[in-house]
């Protein structure tokens, strides 16, 4: 019976479309397979230094929120510069350094913004080395309010997916159709 197995086998792989058909799940195969190996590994590192604020836009004269996260013992500061008056953080340009107590937990800045409408850059200093910046705009009070919402993103896809349905209804419908016109004859 193995015997009978193996030269069936061995006459059907000559045939070349059934070869093509192997070849192709084969390299299907090993297609979809790559990303999956490449994702298996662990290639996401752990999180490294970040500047995060807590507004985009905000009124002249407001206050943002700024947190500076790294690595546990470092010696955290926050930079502002801006394209009009200077912006204070506590008095000064550049904040008193503040030291980063645990890798999960940033430190907190409150920075507050110029008086004229501009832009504020924020830039986050680990050690005295820059790594990392955000921009604030300063700008009137109905932009500030409209800005905090998200953007809508990425495609429409009902219309799609409703098109992708009518397809595949139809095409069953068709199939079902000339089935049952073969069975009639």
Do not use: W
Not at 43 to 55: E, F, H, M, R
Not at 73 to 98: F, L, M, N, R, Y
């Amino acid at each position: 019976m193995v015997a009978r197995a193996r030269d069936l086998l061995a006459a059907s792989l000559e045939h070349p479309l059934i070869r093509r058909s192997l070849a192709a799940c084969t390299l299907a195969v090993a297609l979809a397979s790559a990303p999956t190996a490449a994702l298996a590994a662990n290639a996401y590192p752990a999180p490294q230094d970040a500047l995060t604020v807590n507004a985009q836009r905000v009124v002249p004269g407001g206050e943002v929120m700024v947190s500076v996260g790294g690595p546990a013992g470092s010696e955290a500061q926050v930079q502002v510069t801006s394209s009009g008056e200077d912006a204070t953080i506590a008095g000064t340009v550049t904040s008193a350094v503040k030291v980063i107590q645990s890798d999960a937990t940033p430190v907190m800045f409150t920075v507050t913004v110029p008086s004229a409408s501009g832009t504020v850059g924020v830039t986050a200093l680990l050690d005295g080395v820059a790594v990392d910046t955000a921009t604030i705009s300063v700008v009137s009070e109905a932009a500030a309010a409209a800005s905090d919402d998200l953007s809508v993103t990425g495609p429409e896809v009902v219309g799609i997916a409703v098109a992708a349905i009518v397809l595949v209804g139809g095409g069953a419908a068709i199939a079902i159709a000339a089935r049952r016109r073969r069975d009639d004859d």
